[in-house]
């Protein structure tokens, strides 16, 4: 297929199974290089187990994925991919630090293991672009919810991904710290990294997101253009791309942009 | 002291340094993973390995080391693919092998549960040099995997489904996780007892807690204490005439009980800059100890509000 070159994921047919109970009915998902894919749909509509089988975390009972072109099975190169899994509040039973958990999203980088100088800068810079440096050597628990969501970005963003893959990134960050994270997603994505997130509320990433794919039921209910905040903006105005992160020039805060100008609710009705 | 228990001194201060090192090495990442009792029950599959060295009259350490790999490897298969049952199986793995070993050791010639007794709670006066040399391989295999690999460890004990996406074999780290932790039981078992090894894999570890705020710093302090707590009651028990194992683990609660209480108002001080740090996105260079209320607005126009 002519696709298959710049195609970062391909779902093609998948359904899956959580406790014998059909959680994804038929799924079809493309994500191409560069691009920028919201997942969108009610609690319990499948994007999170949609997102797992993309990466192999969910046996997949019938249907294709692939990642850069390869089947899953045959994958081997996941350095190629950041994951960010939705936040869930287990943690290890050991304190660590967030350089430590950081770190972890480095290995796929190293030989063995071993850390080098470039890993260690590395490192930094992710925890950097998210606004987490000054808390690097904070031990985890230490830290607010979103500061941990942070965290999990950076982890992600260690790896210097080229397909960035993000359950909720921004469950829990505040708007300030949702703008910066737009903002280092938006200089990720012009690298060519590819982007496939789930969300509720485009929110501050609105502007960034190429295509909407909302699921309900486990099912595609809809593929295509993000359903809009403000209709009045058409999406090829520069207006739509200057939203959503810190101007130098703007100075005047809307306090109530967040939750007045993005009604993006993917509640059963949408 | 004469040569003879001077020798016999040197050799389990030795057995006991390497216990000290290597339960809570590999205790650490049971620890992360929450399989806390894992050691537990591999102290009792050992158990049928025990009673087998005495049946076919070979040595102990080994057939132990045999067995509980074995029975490690069978829990970390129940634990992937018996889901529901799986702690039923669990049960059955653990008290079949307690049984084994009483069997066993009953049907070996002249063999009585008396000769079980120093393999539960620990022995220093039947450490032979064989069992250390023994005990020497076994924890340069233990201190080989937990500290070569800590990086791969770590990563898949803190976030399992996260360390498969960065491609790491996790399947195999896990069964080299159990593989070490039985090799680690059969360490300790001279030592401290297989009754008694999962304390000093677990205990250690929760006294670090206390104190390091890095996993690093956690690993550290966790082998320091378990080094000094298998010294220090290796050398009581040599002049009370006590199990080491017992007074190991004593001493090892102790520890935890004495930096639980140290570190209480540390950590109390740690919780106040991370909540003055949350609602801002960056922290100011200095903590405020207090909130600055705006002159204009005060704390009971707020309230009312
Ligand atoms: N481990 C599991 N066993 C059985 N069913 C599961 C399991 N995990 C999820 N499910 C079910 O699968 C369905 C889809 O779950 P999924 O986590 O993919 O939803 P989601 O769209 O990500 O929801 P949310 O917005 O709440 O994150 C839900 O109905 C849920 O009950
Ligand atoms: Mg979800």
Redesign the pocket.
């Known amino acids: 297929m002519e696709r298959q070159d710049d195609t970062v994921v391909s779902l093609r047919g998948v359904r899956a199974e959580?406790?014998s109970?059909p959680?994804l009915r038929g799924i079809d998902l493309a994500v191409r290089r560069g691009e920028v894919v919201a997942l969108l749909?009610?609690?319990?509509?499948?994007?999170?187990?949609?997102v797992r089988s993309a990466i192999g975390q969910v046996p997949v009972t019938a249907g294709e994925v692939a990642l850069f072109g390869t089947p899953l099975g045959r994958f081997r190169d996941w350095a190629r991919v950041g994951y960010v899994p939705?936040r869930t509040t287990t943690e290890g039973g050991v304190p660590a630090t967030v350089t430590e958990i950081v770190s972890a999203g480095r290995l796929a980088r190293t030989r063995f293991g071993l850390f080098r100088g470039a890993d260690r800068a590395a490192v930094r810079e992710a925890l950097e672009r998210v606004g987490m440096a000054d808390r690097a050597k904070d031990p985890v628990t230490a830290l607010s919810g979103g500061q941990h969501q942070r965290v999990l970005i950076a982890r992600a963003l260690a790896v210097e991904p080229e397909l960035l893959i993000m359950?909720?990134p921004m469950a829990g960050v505040d708007l300030a710290s949702q703008e910066v994270l737009a903002h280092t997603l938006r200089e990720e994505v012009g690298r060519g990294t590819a982007v496939l997130l789930?969300l509720?509320e485009l929110g501050p990433l609105e502007p960034l997101i190429d295509r909407a794919v909302v699921?309900r039921d486990g099912c595609v209910l809809h593929d295509g253009p993000p359903p809009r905040a403000s209709a009045d903006i058409p999406p090829s105005s520069p207006l739509r791309s200057s939203r959503g992160y810190p101007q130098p020039g703007h100075d005047h805060v809307h306090p109530h942009d967040a939750s007045g100008a993005a009604p993006i609710r993917t509640g059963p009705l949408s | 002291m004469d040569f003879l228990n001077y020798a016999l001194m040197q050799r389990a201060l030795l057995a006991a340094v390497l216990v000290g090192v290597t339960a809570p090495a590999i205790g650490i990442y049971l620890v992360q993973r929450r399989q806390s009792l894992m050691g537990d029950g591999i102290g009792h599959v050992a158990m049928t390995g025990v009673g087998l060295g005495f049946l076919l009259s070979a040595s102990p350490v080994w057939t132990a080391t045999a067995v509980s790999v074995a029975g490690a490897l069978l829990m970390e298969l129940i634990r992937w693919y018996g889901r529901t049952r799986g702690d039923i199986a669990l049960a059955m793995l653990f008290y079949g092998g307690m049984s084994g070993g009483v069997l066993f050791v009953n049907l070996a010639p002249g063999g009585s549960n008396a000769n079980l007794t120093s393999y539960l709670f620990g022995s220093l006066s039947t450490v032979s040099p064989s069992d250390v040399t023994a005990i020497c391989l076994l924890a340069a295999f233990v201190v080989a995997v937990t500290l070569g690999l800590r990086r791969q460890l770590f990563a898949v004990s803190q976030d399992e489904e996260f360390a498969r996406v960065t491609g790491l074999p996790v399947r195999a780290l896990n069964l080299l996780t159990a593989v070490t932790a039985a090799v680690t039981v059969t360490v300790a078992m001279r030592v401290v007892g297989l009754l008694l090894v999962s304390a000093l894999m677990v205990v250690p570890v929760a006294a670090a807690q206390q104190l390091g705020r890095s996993f690093a710093a956690t690993f550290a302090i966790a082998v320091a204490i378990g080094v000094s707590v298998t010294i220090g009651g290796t050398v009581t028990s040599y002049y009370q005439d006590v199990p080491p194992g017992a007074t190991i683990v004593l001493l090892a609660i102790a520890a935890f009980v004495a930096l639980t209480a140290l570190s209480a108002p540390p950590a109390r001080r740690r919780a106040r800059p991370a909540a003055a740090a949350r609602p801002a996105a960056a922290r100011p260079a200095a903590d405020p100890a207090g909130c600055t209320i705006p002159a204009t607005r005060g704390a009971a126009e707020e309230a009312g509000a």
Do not use: F, I, M
């Open positions: 959580l406790g109970r959680v749909g009610a609690n319990g509509s499948g994007k999170s187990t949609a939705q359950d909720e789930v509720h699921l």
